[in-house]
């Protein structure tokens, strides 16, 4: 049961409910909080600090938006093996932190799909960055814990408070585990919008 001590969490999320809670016990951890656009207003709008995604990887958001978490301080960040000497090398090089929690929710893609007939509004509301950055964390689950539905926030809690800051392993190939099955709905979702 391998525990991963949480230091650096990235937040980006369209549905802002239960964001409170999470932030109060990231506080408790003395976790550092990345984010950007309307997140970033929403966790400084609660009193907490955060650093926008653009100063934290010295890049500014382009192509109206389409560019912000595509960068590779963020994805070396979650993508590194903790136990590869290479990686952390690598890491120490590049002056690249570890992020060791994502939380994430993807644009409303159904919601637009049912109420626009504007292809090109369609086409804006598909997410990259959220589920490459879902992807990734899921795929590196021994060392990221990935969050994709408000309803898991209470567990993250609850095993943040059980387990001191920590995740466990089964707990993290849980969530990477339903992380996929985000992914895999979403896509199915945008390739049936394409195929009518």
Same mark, same amino acid.
């Given at each position: 049961?391998?525990?991963?001590?949480?230091?650096?969490?990235?937040?980006?999320?369209?549905?802002?409910?239960?964001?409170?809670?999470?932030?109060?016990?990231?506080?408790?951890?003395?976790?550092?909080?990345?984010?950007?656009?309307?997140?970033?207003?929403?966790?400084?709008?609660?009193?907490?600090?955060?650093?926008?995604?653009?100063?934290?990887?010295?890049?500014?958001?382009?192509?109206?938006?389409?560019?912000?978490?595509?960068?590779?301080? #963020?994805?070396?960040?979650?993508?590194? @093996?903790? +136990?590869?000497?290479?990686?952390?090398? !690598?890491? /120490? $090089?590049? &002056?690249?932190?570890?992020?060791?929690?994502?939380?994430?929710?993807?644009?409303?893609?159904?919601?637009?799909?049912?109420?626009?007939?504007?292809?090109?509004?369609?086409?804006?509301?598909?997410?990259?960055?959220?589920?490459?950055?879902?992807?990734?964390?899921?795929?590196?689950?021994?060392?990221? #814990?990935?969050?994709?539905?408000?309803? @898991?926030? +209470?567990?993250?809690?609850?095993?943040? !408070?059980? /387990? $001191?800051? &920590?995740?466990?392993?089964?707990?993290?190939?849980?969530?990477?585990?339903?992380?996929?099955?985000?992914?895999?709905?979403?896509?199915?979702?945008?390739?049936?919008?394409?195929?009518?």
């Amino acid at each position: 049961m391998i525990e991963q001590k949480i230091k650096t969490a990235l937040i980006s999320i369209s549905d802002k409910n239960g964001l409170s809670e999470v932030l109060k016990t990231l506080n408790k951890y003395k976790i550092k909080i990345i984010s950007s656009g309307g997140t970033y207003k929403s966790i400084k709008g609660l009193g907490y600090q955060c650093t926008d995604v653009s100063s934290y990887t010295g890049f500014k958001e382009m192509l109206d938006g389409r560019v912000k978490t595509l960068h590779p301080k #963020i994805h070396a960040g979650i993508l590194h @093996d903790r +136990s590869n000497k290479k990686h952390y090398s !690598e890491m /120490n $090089k590049q &002056k690249f932190p570890s992020i060791d929690l994502i939380i994430v929710n993807f644009y409303p893609f159904q919601k637009i799909v049912t109420s626009s007939k504007n292809d090109k509004e369609i086409i804006e509301n598909i997410d990259i960055g959220g589920p490459t950055m879902v992807r990734a964390a899921a795929k590196n689950f021994n060392n990221v #814990i990935i969050i994709t539905n408000i309803s @898991d926030y +209470s567990d993250l809690i609850s095993e943040m !408070e059980k /387990n $001191k800051g &920590k995740t466990t392993l089964s707990f993290r190939e849980y969530m990477s585990s339903k992380a996929f099955g985000l992914t895999a709905y979403y896509d199915a979702m945008i390739a049936n919008w394409f195929n009518q």
